[in-house]
């Protein structure tokens, strides 16, 4: 789905912090949507979990600067790190310049399945709305 | 409900950090206004404190160091520098705007309290206030801790350059001298702007009255205990070694060459860097200061072959202006205008060392 000059892939689900997570099995990749690496700005800096750490869904599990601006990112499922991108310490733009490829975050292995109702799909309707409420917010 | 006004004057060094970080996790909003009592320095919450600051020379001189959870660099901070910390929850009306507005609205005050005094300043996106000639005149930065957004800054009264690119950790004087002059030729303060310092109660009062232009009306307070308490708290994770010692920013991701590469962000848009590459007829160190993707001004040295020998400061010269994309052309046209010999170090060498592209 494109919204605008936003792309949402329909095949990921959504939650409302601007991250994306792509279910393979068990384990849960997770990202930043187009909307969200725009809101960011150019990320000078992301700082990736240790593998094998605990994250619970909605809780910050790692940190990304841009413009002087310290952004915490939170978990969108909880569960455990299974593998970190440490490309993008090295690189961070790439989270700018291909947020649902390269520039994933990371890959969680998941506790709770259920815990995916959480999160909408771009076939939600409520999902177009909560996207064109977040781009009126903030002016995008 | 007033916004609440904490206006704290010089408090202990660790206290002009840790007080604002203890706010937001007792779930409270508010304008600090505060200076430290001692100098310090401070380091941007992603970066590696052994690659940004001279420890020992820090440790010899008992100057104590801090990560804060503020983004940005690492900063040398004193009783010259008056600190305005805003603290928004993520649901007030002015945290609900991208970067660029939440920074220009909220920064908009610092800079007016600078033109009350009679300096020319005036914000530049995306976290800067300049002067008119260009300098940056207030360091700033943001962060998101728990529910709240936070806004930190200084008003910069006076400012001992000399300590500042001390306590840096560089690569050779000659960079620390590359720094020193960039940051005196970049960065301004009220005393060089207008040659004395109003008295801080005047700017204090100013910056209140330009801060309730957009807050509304500050009520003034006194922090509750239970912000010391919160404070006591933090001091036991905040000033570890683990904490201090956070693995941070990595420098590029290249061994031996780039690790004696450095890069010192001066202002927006400005830097002086030390870059190298290894030609074939030997290394090439290239230590320069640029603006907005031009060279501002180069040294060059090395291990190579140039003749005439004379002309490598004609280089360094001709290099002035160019842009970072542009020089190899540059140095192409510098080279059959003057007829350059190097063996084994071509212009694309040379290009390779300014712009970091070679190794």
């Known amino acids: ?140 | 409900m007033e916004m609440k006004l904490y206006h704290l004057g010089h408090v202990p060094w660790l206290e002009s950090q840790l007080i604002y970080h203890a706010l937001p996790r007792l779930d409270m909003e508010g304008l600090i206004l505060l200076a430290p009592t001692e100098p310090y320095v401070c380091i941007g919450y992603h970066q590696d404190v052994t690659q940004e600051v001279d420890l020992d020379y820090c440790q010899a001189h008992g100057i104590p160091v801090f990560r804060r959870e503020v983004g940005g660099g690492a900063v040398y901070l004193d009783g010259n520098q008056l600190f305005y910390q805003l603290l928004l929850h993520k649901d007030h009306p002015l945290a609900l705007s991208d970067k660029g507005a939440f920074y220009r609205t909220l920064l908009e005050p610092v800079a007016a309290t600078y033109r009350g005094m009679g300096i020319a300043a005036h914000y530049k996106p995306v976290n800067d206030i300049i002067t008119a000639e260009g300098r940056k005149i207030a360091g700033t930065g943001a962060a998101e801790i728990g529910d709240y957004l936070i806004l930190v800054g200084n008003i910069i009264m006076d400012f001992d350059y000399e300590t500042m690119v001390r306590v840096l950790r560089v690569p050779n004087e000659k960079y620390r001298d590359k720094v020193y002059k960039s940051l005196r030729e970049n960065l301004s303060t009220i005393k060089r702007e207008l040659g004395a310092v109003p008295p801080l109660g005047e700017i204090e009062a100013s910056l209140v009255s330009n801060y309730q232009v957009v807050l509304g009306p500050l009520e003034r307070a006194e922090l509750p205990p239970a912000v010391y308490d919160k404070v006591a708290e933090l001091e036991r994770t905040h000033t570890t070694d683990e904490w201090l010692y956070k693995r941070g920013k990595r420098r590029e991701a290249c061994p031996e060459l780039k690790r004696r590469e450095q890069q010192t962000k001066i202002a927006t848009g400005v830097e002086v860097a030390q870059r190298m590459w290894k030609a074939p007829g030997g290394l090439i160190r290239a230590i320069m200061e640029t603006r907005e993707g031009c060279i501002a001004e180069v040294s060059l040295s090395g291990d190579f072959f140039f003749y005439p020998a004379d002309k490598l400061e004609a280089l360094e010269a001709a290099l002035a202006g160019v842009a970072l994309n542009a020089v190899e052309s540059a140095i192409a046209e510098f080279y059959r205008r003057e007829g350059i010999e190097s063996p084994g170090v071509t212009p694309a060498d040379f290009a390779r060392a300014l712009t970091g592209q070679g190794a």
Do not use: C
């Open chain 1, 1 to 140: 789905m494109k919204i605008d000059k936003y792309e949402f892939p329909d095949d990921l689900y959504y939650d409302k912090e601007h991250n994306w997570a792509r279910v393979e099995g068990d384990v849960v990749t997770q990202g930043l949507t187009d909307f969200g690496q725009d809101l960011a700005g150019e990320i000078v800096y992301a700082e990736v979990p240790r593998v094998g750490r605990d994250v619970q869904q909605g809780q910050p599990f790692m940190s990304m600067e841009s413009g002087k601006w310290v952004g915490r990112i939170k978990a969108i499922v909880s569960g455990k790190i299974a593998e970190a991108n440490e490309e993008i310490e090295w690189e961070s733009t790439v989270i700018n310049d291909d947020p649902y490829g390269d520039g994933w975050l990371a890959k969680i292995e998941a506790a709770d399945p259920g815990e995916l109702d959480n999160l909408m799909r771009p076939s939600d309707p409520a999902f177009a709305e909560f996207i064109a409420a977040e781009r009126e917010k903030y002016d995008k």
